[in-house]
């Protein structure tokens, strides 16, 4: 869905139709998007996913197939729009589905904010490890959207 104010880009197809597709500046980073979860996956030791505004980037940790291409929940959707973190509570059962379709929670999700816009979020997912972020896991967290922030704007 294009919203008032999204960015678009335009082409044209073999027969001279125009398509019109949603910009994501977190599609064109994919490869730094990965590798940013592969890094937080090994050193965490807890599954990542990225997304965009609108569907999943990236992830490390889980089987691709799992996450690839889902779209964001409204529960992440009303996160990234408020522009808050969440970190499950200590104990508390945790409800925090970021994906569409995947039954895994999130732990941990911070929005990328890039230039005063959102352009997407990081979330640790559940894992066999526990079911609250620890603290090396809200730094790391904060830092990878931090950093991927910093690639968008270049």
Known sequence: MVSDGD???IYTNSEGEVIFKKYSAMSELSENAANVAEVMYK???CPVVVFDKDHVVASAGVPKREFAERRVTA???ELMDSRRQFFCPDGRSNSFFPAEGVERTAIAAVPIITAGDVSGAVAFM????GSEATDLQKSLITAAAQFLSKQIEG
């Open 43 to 45: 050193t965490a030791g």
């Open 7 to 9: 960015p678009l880009e």
């Open 75 to 77: 529960q992440l959707e």
């Open 126 to 129: 559940t894992s066999d490890k």
